[in-house]
């Protein structure tokens, strides 16, 4: 079966810079209610090194941020080792980043893929604002149809 | 005609900074600076709310050592509530939280090691930056960077644990923590399938230090004169003189180790240590009172607390501390890129911990918490990876807070390593009619050996290619570039 993580990310304490989070919040209680197996959640303020090992234990990732670009709702794209600039940094590094890193050490890397969900305020405070929350649910609705798409679940289980 | 070049920002540190280097006519450096550019001031988004919030909102300083802020914070409302000043909690209380200060120290110096400077070891700093970084490292040497990843992941782990999340943790409450460890979670520590397991990060952090020897030796002549020069140092160190990075007294020593602050309680750290603002940078210059500002400054971190601490209370880190102290004689170590050295064996001091707290029945005890007579005010100060950190809380009679004061490792470095960066660009660039990208490095190698978190010390998150200004005499711009 195929094995798949959903990992969002972000600051929850800057209001839509936590979206990806809680995405993964929304999809892991829909995961449950629907008794799903194959799919795991994870969720971080950043990606990191580690998480190359994390993401080496899966055939397909998906990865979920909070967007400033000029996008309509959501954008979902593939991500390849190919992509990665290489950082110096070490607050947080991209998807593509952790998935050359995967690459490099473990010589494999999973089917990736990174959602962007365009938010409007990022103030210090808790809680996605209300035009958000609209790109939230059609975020939610884009992952269920790849999942569906991919085979990974059954049609029936869209129902939320 | 006088050159002013600029690197901004600086590489492979937290955060965001800029090095401004000021040429004569002769293409001698005549002055160079280390600028902190941002501003976040944390200080004043805590007043007004309710002291408890503090463990949590501080920490979001910092992505990388936001545990230190957690538990600073926490010390110091510990004073508040009336439970001590670090001593006073129980003992299911202290080791929780020395555990997630454990597990903080190790993901973050390993993190610093195996990422920002084993490229620079592995390659030369005077390598194609295509290869040097994390990447090349994993292309050249993957053992080594498997153990980056895996160590990093332990530490991240403890923390989880420990804290409840891997970033941005709840553990650390004032006057206690709001969990123990279970036995699941004691176990997977402490027994994990291969690697993630406390014997294999102690042999891991072993290794980590022969990596550390093994370039030193084929390149002593460069470790040992970049960016030295004489300093004191201060840190926290055990009423017994011990290594002790979560509490203690503070106690400075000179670049002789002559003691100069002879361990005085931090709750009163403002009578022993005063900050000056200089008009180019957002980051302040602390210094010893009684010494002065041109006298007073002072070295922090992995470095300044093994010349001011007299043993490392683990029998590994121990050895390895005796090795360390042997090569200056039982003299302070004055050699900015021996801060890796010393880094690497606070890595292994913190696995034995680690190791050592896992098999301790107390933290599986349940008496969490302790509470006494409320005070208005408290002063936390612990060791962060990056050195000494002192957060100082008034409340008023509503507990909301009215005053925050924070020191960051950082800050206190401030001094040192605008020195590091004077004496690296002199090394590297005098007489020089081009400036080069190894040269920039060079300079961004001496910054990197004191782990600065720049957004810590701003209390800023940032990130952007390299920009290199060329400026005349008269400060107008001549030349940019920028490399990503």
């Not at chain 2, 950082?410 to 590297?428: H, Q």
Request: charged share 25%; proline share 4%.
């Amino acid at each position: 079966m195929n094995k798949v993580l959903i990992y969002g990310y972000g600051n929850p304490g800057r209001r839509d810079d936590g979206l990806g989070v809680a995405l993964v919040d929304k999809l892991e209680k829909w995961s449950i209610a629907n008794g799903i197996q194959n799919i795991d959640f994870d969720s971080n303020y950043q990606l990191n090194i580690e998480d190359a090992e994390l993401i080496s234990q899966y055939e397909t990732v998906i990865f979920a941020d909070a967007s400033t670009e000029n996008i309509e709702h959501c954008l979902l794209s593939a991500v390849n080792p190919s992509q990665a600039r290489i950082e110096f940094t070490m607050h947080a590094v991209s998807p593509a980043f952790v998935l050359n890193l995967c690459n490099n050490i473990f010589k494999k890397f999973p089917e990736t893929y990174l959602l962007h969900i365009k938010g409007y305020e990022w103030d210090f405070n808790e809680g996605i604002s209300t035009e958000a929350k609209v790109n939230l649910n059609k975020a939610f609705r884009v992952i269920i149809n790849l999942l569906s798409d991919k085979k990974i679940i059954n049609k029936t289980y869209q129902k939320v | 005609m006088t050159k002013k070049i600029t690197i901004e920002p600086v590489t492979r540190v937290e955060g965001h900074g800029k090095v401004t280097i000021l040429m004569d006519d002769y293409n001698n450096v005549r002055e160079s600076r280390l600028h902190i550019v941002e501003f976040r001031g944390f200080e004043r988004f805590v007043q007004g709310r309710p002291y408890w919030e503090a463990p949590v909102l501080v920490q979001r300083l910092c992505g990388i050592c936001p545990v230190s802020h957690h538990l600073a914070a926490a010390k110091a409302l510990d004073v508040i509530v009336g439970a001590g000043t670090g001593e006073g909690l129980t003992k299911v209380g202290e080791k929780m939280r020395r555990l997630m200060h454990y597990g903080q120290f190790f993901q973050s110096h390993v993190l610093h090691f195996f990422h920002l400077c084993s490229p620079d070891f592995l390659f030369g700093i005077d390598a194609d930056p295509a290869i040097r970084n994390i990447i090349g490292v994993a292309q050249e040497n993957r053992e080594l960077a498997v153990q980056g990843v895996m160590m990093r992941k332990y530490g991240q782990e403890v923390i989880k644990v420990t804290a409840g999340k891997k970033i941005h943790g709840t553990g650390a409450i004032p006057g206690g923590i709001n969990k123990n460890l279970s036995i699941e979670e004691r176990d997977t520590l402490l027994n994990g399938p291969d690697p993630l397991n406390a014997d294999k990060m102690v042999e891991w952090a072993q290794g980590a230090i022969d990596f550390f020897k093994h370039y030193h030796k084929n390149n002593k002549a460069m470790v040992d004169t970049f960016a030295e020069f004489p300093s004191n140092h201060l840190s926290i160190v055990r009423k017994d003189g011990a290594l002790d990075i979560y509490h203690g007294v503070l106690r400075a020593v000179d670049h002789q180790g002559n003691r100069i602050l002879d361990d005085v309680d931090y709750q009163e750290y403002y009578n022993y240590i005063e900050e000056e603002v200089r008009n180019w940078s957002y980051m302040k210059f602390p210094y010893l009172k009684h010494l002065g500002k041109e006298k007073g400054w002072y070295r922090v971190g992995p470095l300044a607390r093994l010349n001011v601490c007299d043993f490392i209370p683990t029998p590994l880190a121990q050895e390895a501390f005796e090795d360390f102290k042997a090569y200056t004689g039982g003299k302070p170590n004055n050699m900015s890129l021996h801060y890796h050295w010393a880094r690497l064996i606070e890595v292994l001091y913190c696995a034995e911990e680690i190791r050592n707290l896992l098999k301790d029945p107390d933290l599986q005890n349940n008496d969490l918490v302790v509470k006494g007579n409320k005070q208005h005010e408290g002063v936390g100060v612990i060791e962060a990876p990056r050195g000494t950190l002192f957060h100082h809380y008034k409340i008023n009679d509503d507990d909301l807070i009215e005053m925050a004061n924070l020191i960051v490792s950082t800050t206190n470095n401030n001094e040192p390593m605008n020195r590091a960066v004077n004496s690296t660009a002199k090394s590297f660039m005098n007489g020089k009619s081009e400036i080069t990208e190894p040269m920039m490095n060079a300079v961004e190698v001496a910054i990197r050996a004191y782990d600065p978190c720049l957004s810590c010390a701003t209390h800023a998150l940032g990130q952007m290619p390299l920009e290199v200004s060329l400026y005349d005499a008269n400060e107008t711009l001549i030349d940019k570039k920028f490399k990503s």
